[in-house]
Structures are given as C-alpha cells and as structure tokens.
C-alpha cells in the first residue's frame, strides 16, 4: 500500500481509497484517477491489485476514507460491487461514497444504481467529472453530519 | 519472383513542412515537430538505407514485401465456453481468416481453476475458459492443428497451455515438429504492464528458457515467445518507450538463454515480436523500421549471432485497442483502418484488427467481421501489397526512424545500468516511466491538445452516438464450466494426477527442464490451477510494489 502526500493543505482534505479488485491488472486507469486526485487536493491510497472487498473496506477502514474508487474493467462487477456495499455497510461506514469507474455495460448501471451506487464512470469521463462528483459528494454530506 | 521495390520520391520542402505540422505529437523526440530539429541527409540516406531483405532489414526482411505471402490475418478471439469460442473460430476461418489467435479469460491467465474463489464473476468474462486438456480438445474439436498457425496469449502458465495444445496435437495424430504458432510466454511486459503475474521474475524466467529449450529439440517451427510490447503501449507508453522496452526485454531473454548454455542460433529465430499498431502515423512505421534495424544489429553484434534467421525480426501487430471511444463507436472502425495501413506499410508479418464495440465490451461476430474485413480491404483492393516499404527515403520516416534509433539505444544504457531489465522492473524503473506517460497523456486529452473525435473534439454532433449491440457474457457461463470441472474430477484418475504433480513440484525445487513433467500432468488431465499450484507451493507469488 502506498500513501501518497497531496502538496495542498486544506484543513481537511478529501481522504481517497482507489482500490482494484479482482483478477485483472489493467491498472492504467486506476493509476491515473488517483494522481488526477491527488492533484485535485485530495489525500489518495492506491490499494494495488487484486484486492478483495474485504481487503478494500479494511484498507478504507484504516484510512479513515471518504471514498472508495474501485477500477473494474474485466465485467467482474456484479459480484464485487454488492460485496463491497454490503461490507461497508456492516461496519458501520453508511458514509462512505463508493464510486467505479471502467467497461460497466449500461445494462448493469440499474443494479448498481439500486446497490446505492451513484458514480459510474465509463469509458471517456473526463477526470474532471470525477473530481466535480466527489467533491460536490463530501461536502455534501459533511456539511449535514458536523453539527 | 521478386519484385523491385518501389521508393517513394523526395518530398519537397513546402510539402515536409506541412505534413510535420499535421504531427504534433511524436513521442520519439522532444515531442516538437519535425521542422524543429534536423533533417536526414538526403545522400548519406542513399549511401546507407540499404534493400529490403537484407542486413539490418530496415526495410523489411523480405527482399518482395508482400509479393511471396500475405500477412496472415490473425484475430484474437475468445470468450465464454469452448464451445461458443470454437463457434466463432470456425466463422472466422470460413470468412478468410488464415490463423487463430485464443484470447483466454482472467482466470486461467492467473493460474487458477474456474472453482476457485478468486475466479468468481471472471470466468469466459475476458476471454475463452481453459481449465484442462478436455477443453483444449472443445475449443479446436473439428480444427486441425496441422490445417492452421494458433497464437495463444498467454504468460505465466504459458508452459502449461503449450503442454495442453502438444497434448492435444499428440491425440490427433499431427507431430510436432509440423506444428505452427506461436505461444506469448512474454512475462517481463506482465510485471511492466498487463500484471498478469504468478512467479517471482528470475523464477518466471526459468520457465521461459525451458519452452526456448524444449521447443528448439521437439517443436521446431513453433514460435517460442512473442515479446510484446503491445501491452505497453496500452499502459500508457509513448512509441519510442513501446520500442525500447520490448527490445530490451528482448535482449533479456536472449540472454537468459545463453546463460542456461543455449547456442544463439539455436533459439533466437523462433523469437517473434508484437507490436501495437497507433495513431501517429508515420511514428508507427518508423518504429517498425528501427525494431527491425536495431534487432539484427544487436543479435549480430551483442550476441554474435551468425544465422541470418536470429538477425530478422518478425512481428504481429494490433491496432491501439486504447485509441477506441465508446463515445461515437463507428468512428472506431475509420481509426483501426488508418492504425492497420500503418502496420502494413511498416512491414507487419501477422495483424490483428480491433472491433467498432471494443471500448465497450468484447466484440460481437458481426463487429468481429468488420473487422476482419477492414484488412481484406487494405490487402485485396489497394495497392499497397505491391510496394516494399514505400516510405523508405521519406524525410519524415527516415528522420523517425532515426530518432527511434537513437531514442531507443539511449533507454537500452540506461536498463542495462540499473543491472538489466529484471533489475529494473524490481526497482520499478519501466512501470514509473510509463505511469508518467500515462498521465501526461490523460492530460493532453483533458486540456484538448490531444484531439480525441467524438470525446473532446465534435462532441455533441447528435449523430453516431446511437447504442450499437454488444456482446454480454452471463454469469452462466461461470456456472457450466464449475459443473465441468467437477466432472473431469470425478472421472480422471486422481491418483495420477497427484503423482505427475509431485513430479512436477520436485522438478521445480531442481533445475531440470519442466516442460516433460508438465506434459505428463496435463496427459493425466491436471488442470491449470493444479499446474500453477504446485510451481506456486515451490516459488511463491510475485507481489508488486505499487508505482503510481
């Protein structure tokens, strides 16, 4: 696991998990969000490959995380996403965003859309729509759960 | 009969200038234009290009192009069961393709069975399922091993799958020294790149020397490794770090072998090379061209090889599955056009053609027919056949193909003094170099320097952007294969199997060739995840330290 240090000091800044679960090791995408978010400001941990949700959560667990980025691009997501939702959700981390980005059929979007996954970010989305999504995303909920 | 070359005239100034201007980008250089820097002596160019077909094959390694053979038209297929892929392989070869390439899933890439918990949600997903000879036998039942060339991409259990295809040439009655293809067994681009890994690297390389051995004494037209330096490309790398990286990694294992006290020219010619095939045009060929130039010299000089068939560098190549959009998916099928003509002018000895629906999912016949079709096209109904390496004494090229030269001997110093290249991916030297390519290249996309058609440049013309149909693969495929496998486990002689792979693990402990154990493994119908099992209780998982 590797941490990697934002130059911007906001008071708190946006604590990322970019994970990549599952047997493929296509890792361009995953490695290029998390620097696109790192440069946005955010605190970003890449997991590395072949994480289990299990691992994911643990690791999102430890780093006290806003969000969790996983990179699927094998059609492995149907069996990963609930997994991981239902995960979180057992421990307690109903605040947590997930989001996913790769090669997500829109047939499957429904699915996750109905898991309460509401990023999904397919072939072709500027990194800047990610970056807009979570942080519009967390402030969000923190400006409702810190009074 | 050979025909005479045809040299493409001198481009004027004015013209040069202009066809620099539409290049913004090559990688090879300082990423300025052509006009920028210096140009090719027109007369020293005379004096040393040389002809196709002979040393160092700059411009080609046939002295008639295209004239004695076509390249053959080789499309990467595989998804599902065996049994819906050996469908499309023969629709494929009943519409004119002239070899198989097996595209396998993630987990028998990995090394692991369709039952095991790690392949959940994966199998047939990406690729064809192989757990076991009985399926090797269902993907090419009705095909005959000595009718067509297979390519299998495959590394880490690449021993594993060519036992499996021996195997299954030896129950069809065809030897196996009249078996043609070619097996990826490319494990330094997986740890650069793919990360489709299971060995420490010096372990992995063990291995690799053990098909070169076996297959230079048992199957000896059988195309032993495929350096690819396709999957570096898509990982990020610019041409010229596609170039340097494949070739060194090249040199890697020409080395190893020497090392274990193979002769050069014992196995060199049967190392074949794999290209991606780009948008940048002219870079394209020129990295064709200084591949070629740079291998001959480096077999000739660096390792003193003496048979012309260790100088000549042979290649497949496959347009930029990266470059395709699932925005406006058509305009995929003009880009794979332009990447697949660049290839064919470069000299591209086999070629594979992307589909329209591939930044959406694996393609659907009729995709995977269009694309096939793309490059009958370019062979049948232009003339680009007739020519041999036409832009031989184009400033441009020329000046490129130099520069790819230049550009790659300088990346070849600097892995030779990080200790070579498996020292040098140990201290993540390749995967750093290509993450920042990576990046750098997201970024042109995002501030439009990089012009993506239908992503950020005409956008939002409200046409072609309509859904087309894509291939879904259900999670029942998972399910048919798992009920497979418990079959062939109940009806195999399980004794046998535990024998052949307590063989095979004291094999690994020692330092004898694996391949005769893995052949009697897979004869007791052993499967991968077995297979890949017992090396993994002897040498243990490779785990990557994460370079972003």
């Known amino acids: 696991m590797r941490k990697v240090e934002s130059r911007m ?5 946006i604590r990322v998990v970019i994970a990549k679960p599952g047997l493929d090791g296509h890792d361009r995408g995953a490695k290029v969000i998390a620097r696109a978010l790192r440069d946005a400001g955010m605190e970003v941990i890449y997991t590395g490959l072949r994480q289990t949700p299990e691992q994911i959560v643990e690791a999102a667990l430890q780093e006290d995380a806003d969000v969790v980025g996983v990179s699927i691009l094998s059609g492995a997501h149907n069996h990963i996403c609930p997994r991981l939702v239902e995960l979180l959700k057992a421990k307690g981390m109903n605040d947590v965003l997930v989001v ?28 800047q729509a990610i970056i807009d999504f979570i942080g519009r995303y967390v402030r969000g909920v923190s400006a409702t759960s810190s009074t | 009969m050979a025909r005479p070359p045809i040299i493409a005239s001198n481009v004027t100034k004015t013209r040069l200038s202009t066809a620099a201007t539409a290049v913004q980008t090559w990688a090879s250089g300082s990423g300025g234009t052509l006009s920028d820097r210096g140009r090719t002596d027109p007369f020293e160019l005379a004096r040393t290009l040389g002809e196709p077909g002979t040393f160092p094959y700059t411009r080609g390694i046939h002295a008639d192009g295209y004239g004695g053979k076509l390249w053959t038209m080789r499309q990467f297929s595989g998804f599902g069961t065996p049994e819906e892929t050996n469908q499309r392989y023969k629709a494929l070869l009943l519409a004119g393709g002239t070899g198989l390439s097996v595209a396998f899933d993630l987990p028998t890439l ?16 990406c690729g064809v399922s192989v757990a076991s000879l009985a399926d090797m036998e269902t993907l090419f ?47 330094l681009k997986e740890y650069i790149a793919q990360k489709e890994y299971i060995y420490p690297p010096r372990q992995s390389m063990r291995l690799i020397v053990d098909v070169f051995e076996f297959c230079a ?6 195309n032993t490794i495929s350096v690819s330096g396709y999957h570096i490309r898509e990982a990020g790398a610019t041409a010229l770090q596609e170039l340097a990286f494949t070739l060194r990694d090249g040199i890697e294992y020409v080395q ?43 077999m000739r000089e ?81 003339d680009v056949t007739l020519t041999v390496d036409p832009f031989g004494g184009s400033q441009v090229v020329e000046h490129l193909t130099q520069e790819m030269q230049t550009g790659a001997l300088d990346y070849f110093k600097q892995i030779d003094d990080l200790g070579g290249m498996v020292s040098a991916i140990e201290q993540g030297y390749p995967q750093r170099e290509i993450a920042d390519s990576a990046y750098r290249d997201q970024q042109a996309v995002e501030a439009g320097e990089s012009v993506v058609i239908g992503v950020n440049r005409y956008a939002d013309s409200g046409t072609g952007d309509a859904a087309i149909p894509t291939l879904y693969i259900d999670e029942s495929v998972g399910e048919r294969q798992v009920s497979r496998l418990e079959e062939l486990r109940d009806r195999r002689d399980a004794a046998r199997v535990a024998e052949t792979l307590d063989v095979l693990r004291q094999g690994a402990v020692g ?29 243990g998982e490779y785990e990557e330290t994460p370079a972003l």
Not at chain 1, 119 to 126: A, E, K, M, V
Not at chain 2, 217 to 222: D, I, L, S
Request: aromatic content about 8%; overall charge negative; proline content about 5%.
């Open chain 1, 9 to 13: 000091k906001p008071e708190r800044k």
């Open chain 2, 141 to 187: 039942d009705g095909i005959g091993l000595d009718a067509v060339t297979t390519s299998m991409t495959i590394n880490s259990p690449a021993p594993m799958i060519l036992a499996m295809y021996l195997v299954l040439a030896e129950k069809q009655g065809v030897d196996w020294a009249r078996l043609s293809g070619t097996i990826q067994n490319d494990i």
């Open chain 1, 100 to 127: 996913v980005g790769g090669i997500i059929p829109d047939v499957d979007i429904p699915t996750l859309n109905a898991l309460g996954i509401e990023g999904i970010f397919q072939p072709g989305t500027p990194m």
């Open chain 2, 110 to 125: 990995m090394g692991r069975d369709p039952d095991h918990p790690l392949a959940l949600g994966e199998v047939g997903k």
């Open chain 2, 511 to 539: 330092t004898t060739n694996l391949m005769p154990h893995l052949l009697d493994a897979v004869r007791a119908y052993a499967t991968v995840g077995e297979m890949c099992d017992a090396l993994r209780d002897v040498w």
């Open chain 2, 217 to 222: 004494r048992e199957a000896a037209r059988w």
């Open chain 2, 256 to 298: 190893a072998g020497v090392d274990a006290g193979l002769a050069v020219d014992e196995f060199v010619p049967r190392m074949s090379f794999f290209f991606n095939a780009h948008n940048n045009f002219f870079e394209e060929i020129a990295k064709y061209r200084a591949a070629r130039s740079l291998w001959a010299q480096t």
């Open chain 2, 302 to 382: 660096r390792f003193e090889a003496r048979d012309e068939r260790s100088w000549k560098l042979r290649f497949h190549a496959q347009t930029a599955g990266v470059s395709l959009t699932a925005q406006q998916p058509y305009n995929n099928v003009v880009r794979t056009a332009i990447q697949a003509l660049a290839a064919v002018l470069g000299g591209a000895n086999s070629l594979h053609t992307n589909a329209l629906d591939e930044a959406l999912a694996l393609p659907t016949g009729d995709a995977a027919l269009l694309a096939l079709r793309t490059q009958q096209v370019i062979a049948h109904e232009t």
